[in-house]
């Protein structure tokens, strides 16, 4: 295994002492030297040479001897030592590599070929370091296809920066595939040239598919918000106006805009199975203005939708191919895919929503649901639209008929003559209205008159409720609801309209349209209240 870690050695103890011999090495030498200069010259000159200098060049040369070999066994020591050193290295660093999961590699920066890798190659990879001693270029292999160039243009990048950090996918020869994160740095020689790249590679499969699932979340968490705002904004919509018209321009906008469609259309039912197209939207063509437009037919024709209509359910036909009542759907024989969705109020069916497509299979059940959550409030307000449409009609005629109240209240006051001429047209129309009247005191409720329209409805004789309080016989359901016309009154302008909920002698209560205003009656300040059943008089519109 090629050494990666270069080993610092550490200051050894004996440092001061080997300067210190190399000192008296090199003192002692000289000292020789300049003795045997000396003796050679005497013996140039011819000269006696003392016997004590001749033992001290002696004692030099043997110094010089002793030092330099004590120098030499030292270093030869010290050469043993880092030998140790660089074993007991190399044998942590190999333990170390052989036991962490991460891969621990080494290029070359020339050739880009493998130099080192550990065992945890095997483990990520999936193939043998034996491949890699073969074959140093052999991890390419490894790396996926779709990822192979973008890794190898940064690595070959690297060998020039220095640096390398990349996600990428690896497959395993069975073709299962992972993801790793490799990092890289470089290792500079003397030159300051990048000669290798060392770094490591991880396993973050699952780290990897713990994000996807976490951006899978966060998109469906971004997609539950947005449908909930739109269907936010679509019942606020449908709610803000009352009118037919507005409510059904909300509604197909709103609808076209949950389910994506070619063509979405809002049917209304009038009577049992008759189905006209109240609002439409094509996405390629304009409706087409035929004589007998609007779309309209018998829903007994189609038996499809008459199965939709009886068991109120939601349909999506992935292929009208293969629904073999489609061809008597008409004017729908070039879409694919079909939606349909019942809007449904109070258990009773108002109508139907549908969207189609030329192609087939085009809707979801996901765009199935978001239909139906939608129905809902859009039911509710067709629903109210309804109402609302009929008691507006009503309350006119009902304003017509307190006008003419009024009108004999006026003549009342212009002279007595005219009041009994009054009175009696009053009393007239008191009388013969078919709608109930009723005369009671502010302050107690107390009733003084009613017409025979008034018996009728609530089941009293008038004998039974003249000197009677309402409160006493509790023809208010809710007490409340006379207070807060009272206090209308109070501002001094008529009450029309309002749908309240008044009680018949039997307990049964009645929804009823009432309109009051205040008068005065024998004297007594009092109101004189019109009421009907709003049931029948919706009846009476829609026949």
Not at 75 to 97: P, W
Not at 406 to 416: D, I, L, P
Request: proline share 4%; charged share 25%.
């Amino acid at each position: 295994m090629p050494s990666v870690v270069g080993v610092r050695s550490k200051p050894s103890s004996n440092a001061v002492p080997s300067r210190a011999w190399r000192v008296l090495s090199m003192v002692a030498a000289a000292i020789s030297v300049i003795l045997a200069i000396t003796i050679f010259g005497a013996k140039l000159q011819r000269l006696e040479v003392s016997p004590l200098i001749l033992l001290v060049l002696l004692l030099a040369i043997c110094t010089v001897i002793f030092v330099h070999g004590r120098f030499l066994l030292h270093l030869q020591g010290q050469h043993r030592q880092t030998a140790g050193a660089l074993l007991t290295s190399e044998h942590d660093f190999q333990q170390m590599a052989d036991n962490i999961q991460e891969i621990f590699w080494m290029l070359d920066a020339r050739t880009k070929k493998t130099l080192y890798v550990n065992q945890a190659y095997e483990t990520i990879t999936r193939r043998s370091c034996q491949s890699l001693q073969q074959d140093p270029s052999s991890y390419v292999e490894a790396i996926h296809p779709e990822d192979r160039p973008h890794v190898l243009a940064k690595l070959d990048e690297a060998t020039r920066t220095g640096q390398f950090d990349e996600r990428f996918r690896v497959v395993w020869p069975n073709g299962e595939m992972r993801w790793v994160s490799v990092r890289g740095f470089p290792v500079r020689d003397e030159d300051g040239s990048i000669c290798r790249l060392v770094g490591t590679a991880q396993d973050i499969t699952a780290q990897k598919q713990a994000e996807e699932q976490v951006s899978k979340n966060l998109a469906l968490a971004e997609g539950a918000w947005a449908e909930s705002e739109a269907l936010r904004k679509a019942t606020l919509a449908l709610t803000q106006d009352l009118r037919m018209d507005i409510v059904l321009d909300a509604l197909l906008q709103s609808l076209t805009g949950l389910v994506s469609c070619e063509c979405a259309r809002i049917w209304l039912l009038e009577g049992e199975t008759r189905l006209f197209v109240a609002r439409e939207k094509l996405r390629h063509e304009e409706p087409k203005k035929e004589p007998n437009y609007p779309l309209t037919l018998d829903a007994a024709d189609v038996p499809f939708l008459q199965r939709i209509l009886a068991s109120q359910k939601s349909v999506i036909v992935s292929d009208t191919k293969e629904e073999t009542d489609w061809k008597t759907f008409k004017n729908h024989a070039h879409l694919r895919s079909w939606l349909c969705v019942p809007l449904v109020a109070s258990q009773r069916t108002l109508g139907l929503l549908s969207v189609g497509h030329t192609q087939p299979e085009c809707f979801t059940g996901e765009d199935l649901r978001r239909a139906e959550l939608l129905a809902i409030p859009a039911a509710v307000a067709i629903q109210n639209s309804r109402l609302y449409e009929c008691a507006s009609i009503y309350g006119s005629e009902l304003e017509k008929r307190v006008n003419d109240l009024h009108e004999a209240k006026r003549a009342m006051e212009e002279s007595e003559e005219g009041r009994k001429v009054s009175d009696e047209r009053f009393q007239k129309v008191f009388r013969s209205s078919p709608i109930p009247f009723s005369i009671t005191t502010v302050k107690e409720g107390r009733f003084l008159d009613v017409n025979g329209a008034f018996e009728l409805r609530y089941g009293y004789s008038r004998a039974e409720l003249i000197g009677h309080t309402v409160h006493e016989l509790k023809m208010w359901e809710d007490p409340a609801d006379r207070s807060l016309m009272l206090a209308q009154l109070q501002k001094g302008g008529p009450i029309r309209n309002i749908i309240t909920r008044l009680r018949m002698k039997s307990g049964d209560i009645k929804l009823t349209a009432y309109s009051a205003d205040r008068i005065h009656f024998d004297g007594l300040e009092c109101i004189l209240a019109v009421s009907e059943d709003v049931s029948q008089y919706e009846q009476r519109c829609e026949n």
